[in-house]
């Protein structure tokens, strides 16, 4: 059934980015609407445990998803679980977004804090043995491989910090990188040689993924890229961890963005497409930390309120470069 909502600003997304907005939105008395496919809380779903959320020494990824929800509810925010597969700035301003159940939600300004999706290696088994042995995630998926030997691929930060996660499950853990060094923290880096159970094979490149008669991952083919040798590891479990995709191809129509396809934003997280807004892990940015999800979040709440007094004000509102609104 197609329905019509209005809203003053629909947040598509639920991580730290979309409910913190979310929070600052619903403290300002607008009528807010966040979009979720999933479970709240985006990456911290993905994240066993903080030990850089300010104020927290650690904390678990799930328990601060929780209070993040339980704080933008708090202030008046509706959740709704839905897939939103389109963002259109209709010809008087207002947006029109629209989810797979088409059902359609109206308002003057929208927020996407979409995040990304995992890239994916692209080699042969990957695919037909995700979620049977190939995995994106290591907090969903890494209890399964209790006693077993587990491949990561990458050599990023997520790599990393997940292989030495991996550790509490798996009896061995190796890393597969294709270069010498890691890409990852200095810190990250640090743990993770300082783990014994943790093997790092340098150069060497996945090659595919083979499986048992019973349809799991029984080893993955790996080449050596400076000797050329090809050889199997014994892994049951591959971790990919080779990046992330912004999750951008529900916004119809042009939009700044860079090379890397992220969206461009000015200072105060509107993209090129007025009264459209931007945070958290889609936005072109130096890092992706929920500090600073949570910080771009709160300047595009706060410039939503501003951006919307100006158009009832009948204030021409200008996209990026305007330099934003002085307060
Ligand atoms: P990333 O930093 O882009 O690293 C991707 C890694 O995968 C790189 O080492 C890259 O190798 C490798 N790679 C890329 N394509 C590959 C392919 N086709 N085959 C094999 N290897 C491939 O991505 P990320 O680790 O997902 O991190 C994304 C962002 O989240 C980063 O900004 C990161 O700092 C942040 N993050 C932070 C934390 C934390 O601070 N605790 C945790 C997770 C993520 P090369 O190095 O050779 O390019």
């Not at 989810?99 to 979409?114: C, G, W």
């Not at 990393?160 to 996660?165: N, S, W």
């Not at 009896?171 to 040689?193: N, Q, T």
């Not at 971790?239 to 000015?266: A, Q």
Request: aromatic share 8%; net charge negative; charged share 25%.
């Amino acid at each position: 059934m197609v329905t019509s909502k209005q809203y003053d600003v629909v947040i598509v997304g639920a991580g730290p980015a979309g409910m913190c907005a979310a929070l600052y939105t619903g403290r300002s008395m607008l009528k807010t609407l966040v979009l979720e496919r999933g479970i709240p809380g985006g990456e911290l779903l993905n994240t066993e445990k903080l030990d850089d959320w300010i104020g927290e020494q650690s904390i678990l990824g799930w328990e601060l998803a929780k209070k993040f929800e339980d704080h933008a509810r708090l202030f008046g925010a509706e959740f709704v679980t839905a897939n939103v597969h389109r963002v259109t700035r209709l010809d008087d301003g207002t947006f029109e977004t629209v989810t797979d159940e088409e059902h359609h939600y109206l308002s003057p300004a929208v927020i996407v804090t979409a995040g990304g999706t995992p890239v994916k290696l692209g080699i042969p088994g990957e695919l037909e043995y995700a979620g049977k042995g190939v995995s994106y995630c290591a907090i969903c998926d890494g209890a399964f491989f209790k006693g077993q030997t587990i491949a990561v691929v990458g050599g990023g930060d997520a790599a990393v910090e997940e292989a030495e996660f991996l550790t509490r499950y798996g009896a061995k853990v190796y890393v597969i990188h294709r270069r010498d060094s890691f890409r990852a923290s200095p810190i990250l880096v640090e743990r993770l040689f300082a783990n014994p159970k943790i093997e790092v094979i340098w150069n060497t490149v996945a090659e595919e993924v083979l499986g048992d008669a019973q349809g799991l991952v029984n080893g993955i083919r790996i080449r050596d890229v400076v000797t050329d040798e090809a050889r199997v590891l014994d892994a049951t479990g591959c971790f990919v961890f080779i990046g992330f995709r912004p999750n951008t191809g529900i916004i119809d129509g042009h939009f700044e963005h860079d090379e890397m396809g992220y969206v461009k934003t000015d200072t105060i997280m509107q993209t090129s497409i007025p009264g459209l807004f931007a945070a958290g892990d889609l936005r072109s940015q130096l890092t992706r930390q929920v500090t600073t999800a949570v910080g771009d979040a709160t300047t595009a709440a706060i410039a939503v309120e501003k951006y919307l007094k100006a158009r009832k004000e009948g204030h021409v509102v200008d996209p990026i470069g305007a330099g934003g609104y002085s307060s």
